[in-house]
């Protein structure tokens, strides 16, 4: 039910503050992501895999963060983080193209823009 997927949801995010992201891992594997349709669920669940540089099992979860919410911008700035550091270049850039046209101005804008500048 919804009501112990948030408490995990929450679990899982504390475990994530205090470093552990494999509990996390754990944490949120218990809930039926597919089920609950959240995309901070599966955005949390890409952030603790991509802590554990395991880029690939990241990649999926922030790809079915942007299959639910296509305009989800945290997801679509770990992509481009994850396409660089895999050497996916075009693929980098295309995503950080994407993130710097609907970004609103900030840091992270400015980031995107400094990584893209990297490529």
């Known amino acids: 039910t919804l009501f112990r997927s948030d408490a995990a949801f ?14 996390a891992i754990d944490t949120l594997n218990g809930i039926d992501l597919a089920k609950e349709r959240n995309p901070e669920y599966y955005y949390a669940l890409g952030a603790s895999y991509f802590h554990l540089k395991n880029y690939k099992a990241a990649e999926e979860a922030f790809l079915a963060v942007r299959k639910i919410d296509p305009g989800h911008l945290k997801a679509l700035f770990s992509l481009a983080t994850i396409y660089g550091k ?21 840091e992270w804008k400015q980031q995107a823009v400094k990584r893209l500048l990297e490529l």
């Open 86 to 106: 895999t050497g996916r270049k075009e693929e980098a850039k295309a995503a950080w193209h994407e993130y710097i046209s609907i970004a609103p101005e900030g």
């Open 10 to 23: 929450n679990l899982a995010v504390t475990q994530q503050k205090l470093g552990d992201h494999r509990k």
